[in-house]
Every structure is written in C-alpha cells, then in structure tokens.
DNA sequence: TGAATATATGAGCAGATATTCATATATTAG
DNA sequence: CTAATATATGAATATCTGCTCATATATTCA
C-alpha cells in the first residue's frame, strides 16, 4: 500500500463527505432516492441555505450529482461507492 | 434506514476518523502492522507530539488500539472493520 | 540514584468549517 | 411585465481542528 502525499489528501476528502453528522443526514436521506433541496431541509430540519451550502460541497466531491427540473434542483447519490462507503459505516455502529 | 441524531452523530465521528490527511497516512502505515509512535512519526515525517496527539483521538474512537512493551508504545488497527472501510476509500480514490 | 529515552498531555494559536443572514439568479404563474 | 418560488452564493461569525512548544510521566540504563 504505496500512499503518495496527493492520494493521503484524496482520501481524506472523501472520508471528509461524511465526517459531519448534517451531511450524514443528507446522504441518509438521499440513500431512499433523489429529493429535492427543500425536501431535504425540511427533512432534517436544517436551513435550506445550510443545505444548499453543503450540496455545493458534496457535488464538488462528486458525492452527489444534481438534476434540474423546473425551478427545483434534485439531488441524489453520485456513485454506489459512496453508497456502500456509508452502508459499511452504518453497519459498523450498528455492531459497535 | 432510519437515522436517529446520535447516530449521525456516531457515524460522523467514524469517518471523521479518516478524514484528515495525517490520520489517513497514520494508518496507512498501520496497515502493514503495528508500529511505535516513534516509527509512524519518522515513517511519514510528522512530530511525535502531532502523531501522539491524532493516535489519542484515533484511540478514543476505537480506530486503533495500543499496546505497551517497555517505554515504547505500539499501535495498531483496532479491528478489520476499520481497514475494511480504508481499503474502500483506497479502491475508490484509484478508480475515481 | 540520575540521565536518557519514549510517549502523553495541556495551552495557545492559526487555519478550516458550518451556520446564519442578506442578496442574487432562475423559473414559473398570473 | 410583476410577483412568487426554489436554489445558490458571499460575507460575517462562532466553533472546531491540528499543530507547536513546553512540560509531565514512565521506563530503562549506567
């Protein structure tokens, strides 16, 4: 396992998606299929700017990917890795 | 999959765990085995203050566990759910 | 015992991060 | 067109984080 300092600073990023409990609920939430901003607010009882900021991030990390409709903005899952990243978290407290 | 606050809070801290670079370089080289805080410092050129600091909080999160054999203290992942998890997010930076 | 070595820890600081608030942009309805 | 709605974004701020430096503790060696 040869970590050069660019892949270090790669993986950090990811790990880095889900290391903040307001992200783990948007992903939880985005993990039963796409949803729109506001649905996402409101389901988690956040802000929908602190939402909209922290999809800014997550779509930049490629976490996410976004899909416009209208004037609503859905949002869902980017790739199954990261479903099965945060599935594999999920189970180790579930044990932990 | 429902997600109760203490455990976005629980899975947060888990990948929070891995997600800084030093953490991730840190265990990295645990990945090949246990090693003093000395030879992690050495190992990936951080202070041994710094590494002890990152190994106390990694230690409090149960990511790795110590083991104390004269003045030296050797470190080493605290179980496979951990390197499991790591070796995802390595799999997934190489491909991505 | 005293010196040297390995690790741990507390304080303090600089930089990062998450949120709020105000505002901007884009789309639809009337 | 104007008003309303959905989202995005910039600035400001408060909190969190990771490091350094100094110091403490523990262990071995002479």
Redesign the pocket.
């Known amino acids: 396992m040869k970590l050069t300092e660019l892949k270090a600073v790669k993986l950090a990023e990811l790990f880095?998606a889900l290391s903040?409990a307001?992200?783990v609920r948007i992903i939880a939430q985005l993990m039963g299929g796409e949803m729109?901003?506001?649905a996402i607010a409101q389901g988690i009882g956040?802000?929908?700017?602190?939402v909209?900021?922290?999809?800014?991030?997550l779509r930049q990390m490629q976490i996410v990917r976004?899909r416009k409709s209208?004037?609503?903005?859905f949002y869902s899952i980017a790739d199954e890795h990261v479903s099965h990243l945060f599935t594999m978290g999920w189970d180790h407290i579930q044990h932990g």
């Open positions: 880095s903040d307001s992200r729109s901003v506001r956040m802000s929908e700017s602190a909209s900021h922290q999809l800014r991030g976004a209208g004037r609503q903005v």
